[in-house]
Structures are given as C-alpha cells and as structure tokens.
C-alpha cells in the first residue's frame, strides 16, 4: 500500500531532511518497534481507547499509536501548555485512564479493554462530553488532550499521509502552479 | 559553508566583563530591529536567545513534528473560560523568534484602531497614531520585502514592491465566496519574497517556492523572519549574538540602575555586564521574567491587561481539489469587516483565507469539533478537498484577563506562568459576527459540512505602554517608568490587540523605540 508513497518519500521533490525524518518515523515505530520502557501506564488499556478514538482496519497502517503516545508520555514531551485545571501531562493521562476504567468495572463489571466496542464508547462518550462524573479530573480536557496527541501521532505518519493523498512535501523545486484543480499528475490521491 | 556560519564566523564577541552598551534579550519582531538599530549606531550590544541558531536549509523538514522546537516548550498552564493555546499557537524559540514560525500576514495597523477609545468608548487609545508610526512601517516593509497589491482597497495611497503571491485554492474559494456576497478582498500583504529580492545589509533572498510549511520554518529565507534579515545586519554591524541562553535576573548599581544581565547557558549562569537592557521577550516571558526578578512594578500593571485576537475560523468542504496545504497559507485578505456596518460590538476584525497542513488541521479538527473514532477517521479523508477562512479580531483588557506566576517550578526551577483569559461581551459578540460572516461567504462559495473552530491567537499586552506612570509599565517609546535603563519593545506594550497580525506593528515600534533610546542617550551625554 505504501510503496507509492514511498517512492515519493525517496524521490527528488522531497527534501533531504524531510526524508530522513519521514523515513526514521516508519522505521522506528513501525513493526511496533518503539522501545520498550516502563511507563507506569497501563498500555493494553491505553490501546484500547486509542483503537476507539481512532479505529483502523487489520493491517492498516503499521504504527501503534498508544505505544508511541506512552513513550512521549515518559519522555514528558510537552507541546507547551497544558490546562490550568490538570495536572501535569503524565500523572493526567494515568490518572484518567484509571478513572475510565474504574467506571468501566463499576457499571459494567468488566475492565474497559474487556467491553466490547459498542460499551467502550458509550463511557468514551459521557468522558468526552463531560458527564463521566469524575469528581478529580476535568473529564473533557483529559479526553481532548489525549484525542489531539493521538491523532497528532496518526496523521504524521507516511502511511496516513498516503491515505490521505497528502502530496505537500513533494514540492521541489517548486510548486509549477497552485490553485484549484491544480494537482499534478504524480501527485498522490486519497485512498 | 552554511548561511548562519557565514554570519557566526565573522561575528564580534565580548567578554562578560565587557560592560556592553546594551543587552537585548529576545531576537524576534521585537528585540532583532533594536539590535541591528544599536549596532549601526555604533553601540555594542549582545542579544541573549533562549533558543537555537537554526540553519534553515540544513536543519528544517518539511514536517509538523519534526518543526516543534521552533515553538515556545517550556510549559505554560492555561487558565479562565476561554484558556488560549500556547506551544505552536504563538511564541517562537531560536533566533528569530516566532517570527521563524509566523504567518508572515503583513497587514499594517487601521488608524482608527489605535483610537478606539476615542471611537467607541472602550478599550483604550493608544499613546501614538498611526502617522508617527508609518515612517517605520514603511522602513520595515521596504527591509524586508513584502508582496502584495499594487493598490490596497482599503487604502488607495498603498502600494507594495513586490507583486502579490498567488492565490491558493482556499484563497481562490474565498475570493469567489466574498464577490457573491458583495465583500471586497485583495491578495494580502506578505512579509514574504514573490520575486528575489536584496538589500546591501543582508544580500540576496530567493522567492518563494509555495510549499505551504511557513508554520514550520521557511527552509529558503524566503520569508521575511529576522534571522534572514535585521539579526544579519545587526551582526554585520557588529552586535554579538548569544543562542541558548535564557535570561532570568538582573544586577544593580548603587542608583537602582541595571547593570548585568544574568543568564544561563546550558547549565551555567553567567553574568554580562552593561549599561542599558532591552527586554523584547514577547507578551509571556517579557512579564514573567520582571514579575520573577519584581521589578519595574510600581504600576501594578506587570502582567496584567493580557488579550488575544478572536481567531475563529470556519472550515468547509468543497467539490474542487483545493489541497489546502499548496502555495502560502493564507494568501487572501479582506478588511471590510474592521468596521462592520451592522456590528453590535466596538471595532472589528480582518478576515484571511487559511490554507492548512495535515497534523494542524487534523487536531484543529479533532479538538474543536469534538470528532472521534470512525467520524474522525473519515472526515480526516476531506483533506484535499478543505478550505478555511479566519479572523483577527480586536481584544479588549479586562481585569478577569492577566499572567501570574503558579507556584509549579519549570525544569530550570523557575515558576511556571499561568495566564488566564476569558473572552468579554465585545469579543463574543464580535465573534458570533465574523462566524455568521465567514459561514455566509462558505456557502456562497459552495462549501459544505461546515464547522467553527473557536480559538484565540496571539499574545498582547502585559506590559502596557502609556503616559500615566500610575497605569502603565513603559512610557510611548517603551522605557520603564521606574527603572531608567530598561526599555521593553515587544507586543507586551501594546494597550488594545489591534485586528492587524501583530508583527508589522512590533517591527515598527520597535525601531522608533531605539530611536528613541538613542536620542535620549545623546541628549544625556
């Protein structure tokens, strides 16, 4: 699926270092190959709200989102702000993911990742509107920050980018013409 | 040899015992134009950056993740109704500062809106109009370079030097969108090259490709950040700049004067010695550094009257391939809504097109229309075919809206700032104005599942200038009011937002505030 968008990748309009970034990220997160450390964070759990906020189908795409989401969370990776009414970013995410999954054993009796699909949104659905009722947390600050890093951590991949028929950083020399209904033959299309 | 090694290699170095003329500390909008102003007169003078020298052609991807120390990290905690964003929604890192990473709109300020007091009622008036600060406008934008219009509709005397930059689809959506609801709109002014462009002080520059990455960093110098153009001339002119060095106190002679700047530098601290400081760290660090150090505080006003534009955008989707993220962002502009003839509020806002990248767009989407799981996943594939439009609206100071320090200690064991910010009746009413405005040019234009993405853009004005030492933090020209050899020239001593993206306006300001240091130095001596 992705050699085409690979071609590209390795092609003349990309730039050298664009390349050398897009290439690390398949590399080093593909395959599920992030390192594994300890985080603290319950990791089959984590995985099991990201498949939900961002469900892919078998194969698709080679990433796992929550293993490199945990390994920002370690590396306390900020983006530079955080919500006054949170903690910080890390003790946030642990904290939330306890409290979704508490509601998951209270009223459902089995841990979150245990639900099945339909289950899991429900409770994802009262977090992110805020009537989870969790009385330490803002419920939909946490579930906004940890929808944004996920789909920070999708969209950036190469593999998405070709989903999405993404052709920005094929660009050299130059972009010949831009304006509407201006795409150029090699220019990738959405899948 | 690399562009910044052509610079560094060349450049003058003082010894922290060398009791420099003056210290600025910041080299964005603000503090570049003091220093190369400085150093052309003759003065030594050392900038302090808290980030890198970046080497752009060398350093710069083409990619959102890769591009994110260009961004302010360090974290801030965000507080109120409407807590604003920071990390890559405003301040920048590196030398240049976030001009490295601005949108290069180069809009200049309405004249009206430095008078809005006087118009309106509320907000305040500024200690200057619009005629003395043209002199400099004009200066930097002939410096730099901007493209734009041979005729500004909205202000028929105006011309630029460079020809506009091409429409990209969002821009050519919304120019069609505006003409059938009867909105005039013009290619923007752009602090962007769409021809070659020199000046003898910092050479050649290249046009611009339109690779739509301005956000990220212009990999080219084809935008016009200080890095590629006042820091350049202020090296050639013998000023000495300082990267990854973070300023956090001050030193004082007997007559309550600054006489060193304390900064750490990967580690250590160090002490420079001088005799005058231009504090240009922008409306965030700029307050918290006086509030951390307590000084030039007798006003009160340290940190407090903080704004930040309206920025909703409306995004929609249409049947063209548009590939929002081709050509310069937001390449069209409209001025018409400045003065609304139907507004219910004071003052107004500019509205531009809004080209996009993915990962931005992607989060905008994901956080401001509360979309998960599959209906995030599919809206996700309207990437190519989505446009935006967006605004800049005028923000007025309000008690409920200032910067304090919290007690939680950065990983330099300073305290973090927290700002709080809640939007007043103006703002929303201004803002539920432009969102009907932008929705009924998106439709006309044939856009469809159209959404609002409320946000806040920009960070004004926590150190406000004025005459009355009782109100403000710096005089008209931005010397403290109680420390003679302080001078502070950045968006923190702005007193209203202005709807005009902001740098353009710090630019000038800042030139005619060296100015003014200059002569002031003159006539003392």
């Given at each position: 699926?992705?050699?085409?968008?690979?071609?590209?990748?390795?092609?003349?309009?990309?730039?050298?270092?664009?390349?050398?970034?897009?290439?690390?990220?398949?590399?080093?997160?593909?395959?599920?190959?992030?390192?594994?450390?300890?985080?603290?964070?319950?990791?089959?759990?984590?995985?099991?709200v990201?498949?939900?906020l961002?469900?892919?189908?078998?194969?698709?795409?080679?990433?796992?989102?929550?293993?490199?989401?945990?390994?920002?969370?370690?590396?306390?990776?900020g983006d530079?702000w955080r919500f006054a009414d949170m903690p910080p970013d890390r003790m946030a995410l642990e904290l939330g993911l306890r409290l979704l999954d508490d509601m998951?054993?209270?009223?459902?009796?089995?841990?979150?990742?245990?639900?099945?699909?339909?289950?899991?949104?429900?409770l994802l659905c009262r977090v992110a509107s805020g009537a989870a009722g969790w009385t330490e947390l803002d419920a939909r600050h946490w579930f906004e920050d940890l929808l944004a890093q996920?789909?920070?951590?999708?969209?950036?991949?190469?593999?998405?980018?070709?989903?999405?028929?993404?052709?920005?950083?094929?660009?050299?020399?130059?972009?010949?013409?831009?304006?509407?209904?201006?795409?150029?033959?090699?220019?990738?299309?959405?899948? | 040899?690399?562009?910044?090694?052509?610079?560094?290699?060349?450049?003058?170095?003082?010894?922290?015992?060398?009791?420099?003329?003056?210290?600025?500390?910041?080299?964005?909008?603000?503090?570049?134009?003091?220093?190369?102003?400085?150093?052309?007169?003759?003065?030594?003078?050392?900038?302090?950056?808290?980030?890198?020298?970046?080497?752009?052609?060398?350093?710069?991807?083409?990619?959102?993740?890769?591009?994110?120390?260009?961004?302010?990290?360090?974290e801030r905690l965000s507080a109120g109704a409407d807590p604003t964003a920071?990390?890559?929604?405003?301040?920048?890192?590196?030398?240049?500062?976030?001009?490295?990473?601005?949108?290069?709109?180069?809009?200049?300020?309405?004249?009206?809106?430095?008078?809005?007091?006087?118009?309106?009622?509320?907000?305040?008036?500024?200690?200057?109009?619009?005629?003395?600060?043209?002199?400099?406008?004009?200066?930097?934008?002939?410096?730099?370079?901007?493209?734009?219009?041979?005729?500004?509709?909205?202000?028929?005397?105006?011309?630029?030097?460079?020809?506009?930059?091409?429409?990209?689809?969002?821009?050519?959506?919304?120019?069609?969108?505006?003409?059938?609801?009867?909105?005039?709109?013009?290619?923007?002014?752009?602090?962007?090259?769409?021809?070659?462009?020199?000046?003898?002080?910092?050479?050649?520059?290249?046009?611009?490709?339109?690779?739509?990455?301005?956000?990220?960093?212009?990999?080219?110098?084809?935008?016009?950040?200080?890095?590629?153009?006042?820091?350049?001339?202020?090296?050639?002119?013998?000023?000495?700049?300082?990267?990854?060095?973070?300023?956090?106190?001050?030193?004082?002679?007997?007559?309550?004067?600054?006489?060193?700047?304390?900064?750490?530098?990967?580690?250590?601290?160090?002490?420079?010695?001088?005799?005058?400081?231009?504090?240009?760290?922008?409306?965030?660090?700029?307050?918290?550094?006086?509030?951390?150090?307590?000084?030039?505080?007798?006003?009160?006003?340290?940190?407090?009257?903080?704004?930040?534009?309206?920025?909703?955008?409306?995004?929609?989707?249409?049947?063209?391939?548009?590939?929002?993220?081709?050509?310069?962002?937001?390449?069209?502009?409209?001025?018409?809504?400045?003065?609304?003839?139907?507004?219910?509020?004071?003052?107004?806002?500019?509205?531009?097109?809004?080209?996009?990248?993915?990962?931005?767009?992607?989060?905008?989407?994901a956080r401001g229309?509360l979309?998960w799981?599959?209906?995030?996943?599919?809206?996700?594939?309207?990437?190519?075919?989505?446009?935006?439009?967006?605004?800049?609206?005028?923000?007025?100071?309000?008690?409920?809206?200032?910067?304090?320090?919290s007690?939680e200690?950065?990983?330099?064991?300073?305290?973090?700032?927290i700002i709080h910010f809640t939007?007043?009746?103006?703002?929303?009413?201004?803002?539920?104005?432009?969102?009907?405005?932008?929705?009924?040019?998106?439709?006309?234009?044939?856009?469809?599942?159209?959404?609002?993405?409320e946000?806040?853009?920009?960070?004004?004005?926590?150190?406000?200038?004025?005459?009355?030492?009782?109100?403000?933090?710096?005089?008209?020209?931005?010397?403290?009011?109680?420390?003679?050899?302080?001078?502070?020239?950045?968006?923190?001593?702005?007193?209203?937002?202005?709807?005009?993206?902001?740098?353009?306006?710090?630019?000038?300001?800042?030139?005619?505030?060296?100015?003014?240091?200059?002569?002031?130095?003159?006539?003392?001596?």
């Amino acid at each position: 699926m992705l050699d085409g968008y690979l071609n590209l990748i390795k092609s003349d309009r990309v730039g050298v270092r664009t390349r050398e970034v897009l290439l690390d990220r398949m590399n080093a997160e593909g395959q599920g190959a992030v390192p594994k450390i300890e985080t603290g964070i319950d990791v089959a759990l984590l995985r099991a709200v990201v498949d939900r906020l961002i469900p892919r189908d078998p194969g698709e795409g080679n990433i796992e989102i929550a293993s490199v989401l945990a390994s920002q969370s370690q590396a306390n990776l900020g983006d530079g702000w955080r919500f006054a009414d949170m903690p910080p970013d890390r003790m946030a995410l642990e904290l939330g993911l306890r409290l979704l999954d508490d509601m998951a054993r209270h009223e459902n009796g089995a841990s979150f990742a245990a639900l099945q699909p339909a289950g899991q949104d429900a409770l994802l659905c009262r977090v992110a509107s805020g009537a989870a009722g969790w009385t330490e947390l803002d419920a939909r600050h946490w579930f906004e920050d940890l929808l944004a890093q996920a789909t920070e951590i999708y969209v950036s991949q190469p593999a998405t980018l070709a989903q999405l028929g993404f052709s920005g950083i094929a660009f050299l020399p130059k972009w010949p013409t831009v304006g509407l209904n201006t795409t150029q033959p090699w220019e990738p299309s959405r899948r | 040899m690399g562009a910044v090694a052509a610079v560094t290699c060349e450049m003058r170095r003082y010894s922290s015992d060398d009791r420099v003329d003056a210290i600025v500390i910041g080299t964005g909008a603000g503090g570049a134009p003091v220093l190369a102003r400085l150093a052309q007169a003759g003065l030594s003078v050392v900038a302090l950056e808290a980030g890198r020298w970046w080497n752009p052609p060398r350093d710069y991807a083409q990619d959102e993740v890769a591009q994110r120390e260009l961004y302010w990290l360090d974290e801030r905690l965000s507080a109120g109704a409407d807590p604003t964003a920071f990390g890559k929604n405003n301040s920048g890192c590196g030398v240049g500062g976030s001009t490295l990473h601005y949108g290069a709109f180069a809009p200049r300020p309405d004249p009206r809106d430095l008078c809005i007091f006087s118009e309106f009622g509320i907000g305040r008036d500024w200690p200057l109009d619009l005629s003395e600060l043209l002199p400099y406008l004009q200066e930097a934008e002939h410096f730099l370079g901007v493209s734009g219009p041979s005729s500004y509709p909205w202000d028929p005397g105006r011309s630029y030097a460079l020809p506009p930059l091409s429409l990209n689809g969002p821009a050519q959506l919304m120019e069609r969108g505006c003409a059938k609801v009867g909105i005039r709109t013009s290619p923007a002014p752009l602090l962007t090259l769409s021809q070659a462009y020199s000046q003898t002080e910092y050479g050649d520059r290249p046009p611009c490709v339109q690779c739509g990455f301005c956000h990220q960093g212009c990999f080219n110098g084809s935008k016009s950040t200080m890095d590629v153009t006042y820091v350049p001339l202020a090296v050639k002119s013998g000023a000495e700049i300082r990267p990854e060095c973070f300023a956090h106190g001050f030193e004082w002679d007997r007559q309550g004067r600054i006489s060193g700047v304390l900064y750490r530098h990967r580690g250590n601290d160090v002490l420079q010695r001088c005799r005058a400081v231009f504090l240009c760290a922008g409306a965030i660090e700029t307050p918290r550094l006086l509030l951390h150090a307590g000084i030039a505080n007798s006003s009160g006003q340290v940190g407090k009257n903080f704004m930040a534009h309206v920025a909703t955008q409306v995004w929609g989707t249409f049947d063209e391939e548009v590939r929002p993220y081709k050509g310069f962002p937001a390449s069209l502009i409209s001025e018409d809504t400045v003065r609304p003839k139907d507004a219910d509020f004071a003052g107004g806002y500019l509205m531009q097109s809004l080209g996009i990248v993915p990962v931005t767009w992607a989060v905008q989407a994901a956080r401001g229309r509360l979309l998960w799981g599959r209906p995030l996943v599919d809206y996700l594939r309207n990437l190519n075919h989505v446009a935006g439009i967006g605004i800049n609206g005028e923000c007025f100071a309000s008690p409920a809206n200032f910067l304090e320090l919290s007690d939680e200690l950065d990983g330099r064991g300073f305290r973090k700032p927290i700002i709080h910010f809640t939007l007043g009746d103006n703002e929303k009413k201004l803002r539920n104005h432009a969102d009907r405005q932008m929705r009924e040019i998106w439709s006309a234009a044939g856009g469809s599942d159209l959404w609002t993405c409320e946000r806040t853009a920009h960070v004004i004005g926590t150190c406000r200038m004025g005459t009355d030492p009782t109100e403000a933090v710096v005089d008209p020209y931005g010397q403290s009011f109680d420390v003679p050899n302080l001078w502070i020239s950045d968006n923190s001593t702005f007193p209203s937002a202005l709807p005009a993206n902001p740098a353009l306006t710090i630019i000038a300001l800042a030139l005619r505030s060296a100015n003014c240091f200059l002569r002031r130095l003159r006539g003392a001596a």
